[in-house]
């Protein structure tokens, strides 16, 4: 099994532009999370999907973040304007369908750097 | 004041030496997982567990529910082990979405 899978590994953009971040979960898993790691707060979960739907988006940032799941195999992370301070690793994790509390496996993550 | 508090922040240790890293928590949880994140950046699952304890390899985790804390253990340290670790506890009844982390241990191990 390849893991989680994310693209691009890092990104440098200027403050303005769009970002894309892809995930391609576990296949089988029917859980997805985009997480977001900076030095300053550490891990904090931005949305997770639950058979292609999103459950808790509480996470978002705000308007200019979005995330879309279209398939049981792929997700996308939406930055648009992207800003200085959005600079951060995103992490996208997958979990299998066995209830609650279930272990999630983490992709290497994607190192977002705006100027 | 966080949920889910780790201590020591970070530490330093001698090959060989036996580590502890431990991990509190202020709410009712179902489950928890000690992660690991390298250098490199990656997160890898080290163990999810909801009682008792659990072992692979070097590393041990117990977990004491009434107490409300977790320890994670490594034997004979390695300074390949060095890494942060980090736990994460799913409150009791919440989603799978509602994993409250910790602000993780950074372990630095010498030869």
């Known amino acids: 099994d390849a893991g989680v899978i994310q693209s691009p590994r890092h990104e440098v953009t200027e403050m303005g532009q769009e970002v894309t971040l892809r995930c391609k979960p576990i296949s089988g898993h029917n859980s997805l999370f985009w997480y977001r790691q900076t030095m300053m707060r550490g891990l904090e979960l931005l949305i997770y999907?639950?058979?292609?739907?999103?459950?808790?988006d509480s996470g978002m940032p705000e308007d200019r973040f979005s995330a879309k799941m279209p398939n049981a195999s792929f997700s996308t992370l939406k930055i648009q304007p992207s800003e200085p301070r959005d600079s951060a690793v995103y992490f996208c994790?997958?979990?299998?369908?066995?209830?609650?509390?279930?272990?999630?496996?983490f992709g290497p993550g994607t190192r977002l750097t705006v100027t | 004041k966080n949920e889910v508090e780790q201590s020591p922040q970070n530490l330093t240790a001698q090959e060989g030496e036996f580590i502890t890293i431990n991990c509190s928590y202020s709410v009712g949880i179902s489950a928890l997982h000690w992660l690991q994140q390298h250098p490199g950046g990656g997160i890898v699952s080290l163990f999810m567990l909801s009682s008792g304890k659990k072992k692979h390899g070097r590393l041990i985790a117990t977990i004491n529910i009434q107490e409300k804390h977790s320890s994670l253990h490594i034997t004979a340290s390695h300074p390949r082990d060095s890494a942060v670790y980090i736990c994460a506890a799913y409150p009791y009844g919440g989603s799978q979405g509602n994993l409250i982390f910790g602000k993780g241990t950074k372990l630095s191990v010498k030869p």
């Open positions: 999907f639950n058979n292609n739907v999103p459950i808790d």
């Open positions: 994790a997958s979990s299998p369908p066995l209830g609650g509390g279930n272990e999630q496996y």
